[in-house]
């Protein structure tokens, strides 16, 4: 702020307050007979005081205090004590603008990670990719039905973070579906003499190249090297996502909605094969048609 706004934000305080004047000038005969200057003297040294104070503090966030003053929201400061009222409101209104642009970042969603899928974590959950091969035909009995009521869990959720009152629950057809799909997953390990895993999902690293999935596959080559260690001394296994790699083309994420993981796959996966098929039969079609154009030689067997 400099003298001539700081000039224009006393006009309009003694214009709130019409005895700011009376003191100012009282205080300035006072200090010009202690010190013994003159009035004016007085006065522009009191001035250059003040803009110390206010250097900072523009006059449009003094402007906003004022405002606040003549609507009653803050107090009418006495006499000298509007300068020391500015410079603190004006840093309140900072710092509450701070805070809530703060706010806004936090919950905005943009994400803040390169790699989508393991949000740079560098592993994900996925779906163990011979169980989905293999799983189809069983999950195609697992029903998913609406229910009349959610659970209390997710009415306490829906109070707290003030979620829609129409929430729709849903039930499993059998409630147990996924352990008895890792019970049917290992009884048909045990029945053919497969050699793979029995977990329906495992952690796997994912394919990106965030420096965590980085650091994974450099751990992972330290195990295979059998040189990997720690401050505590040798490590003799793999790293947590283990020696698998994410494929999306065969692995399902694993979320915290197994039922719908499955259903989207295989629902993605049937119209794969679909227009497969489609393709295969337009190609046969146009070969036929190919063949039997009268200007094309046809193939001679003897």
């Known amino acids: 702020m400099n003298h001539q706004e700081l000039k224009t934000i006393i006009r309009r305080f003694a214009r ?46 003094a402007q906003e205090t004022l405002n606040r003053i003549e609507v009653c929201q803050l107090e009418v400061p006495q006499y000298g004590e509007i300068i020391r009222t500015l410079k603190i409101e004006a840093e309140k209104t900072r710092e509450a603008r701070a805070v809530e642009e703060r706010l806004e970042q936090s919950h905005s969603y943009q994400p803040r990670y390169q790699c989508p899928v393991c949000r740079d974590t560098g592993m994900v959950r996925a779906w163990n990719p011979e169980f989905v091969r293999r799983y189809q035909r069983e999950f195609q009995q697992v029903r998913r039905v609406k229910s009349g009521q959610v659970s209390r869990r997710l009415q306490e959720l829906a109070e707290k973070y003030q979620l829609p009152e129409n929430l729709i629950g849903y039930e499993y057809q059998p ?73 999306p083309m065969v692995m399902p994420i694993r979320t915290c909605f197994p039922h719908e993981d499955l259903s ?7 119209d794969v094969q679909e227009n497969s098929i489609m393709s295969a039969r337009a190609m046969r079609r146009d070969g036929n048609a190919v063949c039997n154009r009268s200007d094309t030689k ?4 003897h």
Do not use: H
């Open 298 to 301: 046809q193939p001679q067997f």
């Open 264 to 270: 989207k796959w295989y629902g993605i996966m049937s």
């Open 16 to 61: 709130i307050n019409p005895v700011f004047f009376d003191w100012a000038e009282k205080q300035a005969r006072r200090m010009s007979e202690v010190n013994g200057t003159s009035v004016d003297e007085e006065w522009d040294e009191q001035q250059q005081t003040w803009l110390r104070t206010l250097e900072n503090v523009t006059i449009d966030e």
């Open 175 to 247: 409630k147990d579906w996924l352990r008895r799909a890792s019970l049917w997953w290992r009884d048909e390990i045990l029945a053919n003499g497969w050699d793979c895993t029995e977990m329906v999902s495992y952690l796997v690293r994912c394919n990106c190249d965030c420096q965590a999935s980085r650091r994974f596959a450099e751990e992972y080559g330290l195990y295979l090297a059998r040189t990997r260690r720690t401050q505590r001394g040798p490590v003799y296994g793999p790293p947590a996502c283990g020696a698998a790699v994410y494929d």
